[in-house]
């Protein structure tokens, strides 16, 4: 069984004062991959939570409250689909973004991938991901604020 870690937060670089700070969850058991994407997000001003599991970042959110949750699809324990499910239940507006090592997921909309506001495969570009992030974070706030138009 693997030993939980505190979640890691990153939060500096010279863009954090100046921008309205974007929280993110990460969850993906690739520590060296969520570590790194967490470095170069907060790098440009994002604040970012790292865990390693499903269960972790259930718990972080709470904590966190993070704009945008990104999830891999296959953590060993609770996988991002789940993990995905149990946070729509808590906080119905927050947008996930799934990563995926394997091939695109068709669940013909049947599954909690559904929910989520994008399924990425990896490896990433990193610009690409970062407009994704974006545009999972204004669909957040649209949703929170009562539709697209803030009503």
Same mark, same amino acid.
């Given at each position: ?14 863009? +954090? ?28 001003? @994002?604040?970012?939570?790292?865990? /390693?599991?499903?269960?972790? =970042? !259930?718990?972080? +959110? ?5 704009? !945008? =949750? !990104? ?19 808590? @906080? ?9 090592? /394997? ?12 929910? +989520? ?18 545009? +999972? ?15």
């Amino acid at each position: 069984m693997e030993a939980a870690f505190p979640p890691r937060t990153f939060a500096r670089g010279f863009h +954090a004062e100046k921008l309205m700070t974007m929280r993110v969850l990460l969850a993906d058991d690739e520590r060296d991959f969520v570590d790194t994407l967490a470095e170069r997000l907060s790098l440009r001003g @994002y604040e970012v939570t790292t865990v /390693h599991n499903g269960a972790e =970042a !259930v718990r972080a +959110a709470t904590s966190a409250r993070p704009d !945008v =949750a !990104v999830l891999d699809l296959f953590m060993p324990g609770l996988p991002g689909d789940e993990t995905l499910r149990q946070l729509k239940v808590m @906080y119905p507006d927050l947008p996930v973004i799934l990563l995926t090592g /394997h091939e695109a997921v068709d669940d013909n909309g049947t599954s909690p991938v559904a929910k +989520a506001f994008a399924c990425l495969t990896k490896p990433l570009a990193f610009k690409d991901f970062v407009a994704v992030l974006e545009a +999972a974070a204004r669909a957040g706030r649209q949703a929170s604020e009562g539709g697209e138009d803030g009503q």
